[in-house]
């Protein structure tokens, strides 16, 4: 395993600020670009599947199928069983592992996806070669993250200026890639994928109920989850800067004119046949 390997963190961590926003994902909202290509009896693995609702979403999408979810936190898996129980499905398990060496023998799935993933490890491209690995011929790898830098938001605000700042810095001493939206292609040719789509969608947080939300997970996140731990251990920022970002989060989710947008690049590449 190479340095990078070794040394990328996941930023956030799973406190509940962080959950907050990972249990809203579903299918729809989070990998509708893919959601075309499934067919009933596929075999998918999940990637980074955290709280497992997504692959809940998938597992119902494949009823003559099965879904298998993957995280390297084993403590979050017992919540992603908890899910997929919850929901009656008897089509989806779960386990631990590492994108950088999937215990899987080759051309297992017909679908390999992972939401929000390849940002936080340190060879992407050698993450989306295993997933390609474990693929089968024909089959489809499925890839979505969010792009930082081309997040944007209304009013103006100083301090969401400075949380932008941070965060990247944070990711990035932590081995990650907080840009990865825009270099999903690039990172799956350089993989040797050759039959790449490459589309984007975006969240959008306009209305009162989902600025309170969004500021809210994201004013919590930035003084109690480990992305807080790792931006004041790291030297990134002090307590008073951290509960500065914290409360610029908040004033931007009191604005009856505020408005955030979170870019996601996206890529469904073919394996060869």
Same mark, same amino acid.
């Given at each position: 395993?190479?340095?990078?390997?070794?040394?990328?963190?996941?930023?956030?961590?799973?406190?509940?600020?962080?959950?907050?926003?990972?249990?809203?994902?579903?299918?729809?909202?989070?990998?509708?670009?893919?959601?075309?290509?499934?067919?009933?009896?596929?075999?998918?693995?999940d990637?980074?599947?955290?709280?497992?609702?997504?692959t809940?979403?998938?597992?119902?999408?494949?009823?003559?199928?099965?879904?298998t979810?993957?995280?390297?936190?084993?403590?979050?898996?017992?919540?992603?069983?908890?899910?997929? $129980?919850? /929901?009656?499905?008897?089509?989806?398990?779960? *386990?631990?592992?590492?994108?950088? @060496?999937?215990d899987? !023998? %080759?051309?297992?799935?017909?679908?390999?996806?992972a939401?929000?993933?390849?940002?936080?490890v340190?060879?992407?491209?050698?993450?989306?070669?295993?997933?390609?690995?474990?693929?089968?011929?024909?089959?489809?790898?499925?890839?979505?993250?969010?792009?930082?830098?081309a997040m944007?938001?209304?009013?103006?605000?100083?301090?969401?200026?400075?949380?932008?700042?941070l965060?990247?810095?944070?990711?990035?001493?932590?081995?990650?890639?907080?840009?990865?939206?825009?270099r999903?292609?690039?990172? $799956?040719? /350089?993989?040797?994928?050759t039959?790449?789509? *490459?589309?984007?969608?975006?969240? @959008?947080?306009?209305? !009162? %109920?989902e600025?309170?939300?969004?500021?809210?997970l994201?004013?919590?996140?930035?003084?109690?989850?480990?992305?807080?731990?790792?931006?004041?251990?790291?030297?990134?920022?002090?307590?008073?800067?951290l509960?500065?970002?914290?409360?610029?989060?908040?004033?931007?989710?009191?604005?009856?004119?505020?408005?955030?947008?979170?870019l996601?690049?996206?890529?469904?590449?073919?394996?060869?046949?």
């Amino acid at each position: 395993m190479s340095k990078a390997q070794e040394t990328a963190v996941y930023t956030h961590g799973h406190h509940e600020s962080v959950l907050r926003s990972h249990t809203w994902r579903t299918a729809a909202n989070s990998a509708a670009y893919l959601l075309g290509s499934l067919k009933p009896h596929m075999k998918i693995l999940d990637v980074g599947c955290g709280p497992g609702t997504i692959t809940a979403d998938l597992a119902a999408l494949v009823p003559d199928g099965h879904v298998t979810g993957v995280d390297q936190a084993p403590e979050i898996l017992d919540q992603a069983r908890d899910t997929a $129980a919850g /929901r009656g499905l008897t089509n989806v398990e779960f *386990a631990v592992a590492d994108v950088h @060496t999937l215990d899987f !023998p %080759d051309d297992t799935f017909c679908v390999v996806h992972a939401h929000q993933v390849l940002q936080h490890v340190g060879d992407p491209v050698g993450a989306l070669r295993e997933m390609k690995r474990v693929t089968k011929p024909g089959g489809f790898i499925a890839v979505r993250d969010s792009d930082y830098a081309a997040m944007t938001w209304y009013p103006a605000s100083r301090g969401m200026d400075d949380w932008l700042d941070l965060y990247r810095r944070v990711a990035r001493a932590n081995g990650g890639e907080p840009d990865a939206g825009r270099r999903l292609k690039s990172w $799956a040719l /350089r993989a040797g994928l050759t039959d790449v789509t *490459a589309t984007s969608s975006t969240w @959008t947080f306009a209305t !009162p %109920d989902e600025r309170a939300w969004w500021s809210g997970l994201w004013a919590d996140r930035t003084l109690a989850s480990a992305y807080a731990e790792r931006a004041t251990e790291g030297g990134h920022a002090g307590a008073g800067q951290l509960r500065a970002v914290s409360e610029a989060w908040r004033e931007w989710g009191r604005q009856e004119d505020g408005w955030f947008s979170v870019l996601h690049g996206e890529i469904l590449c073919r394996k060869e046949a």
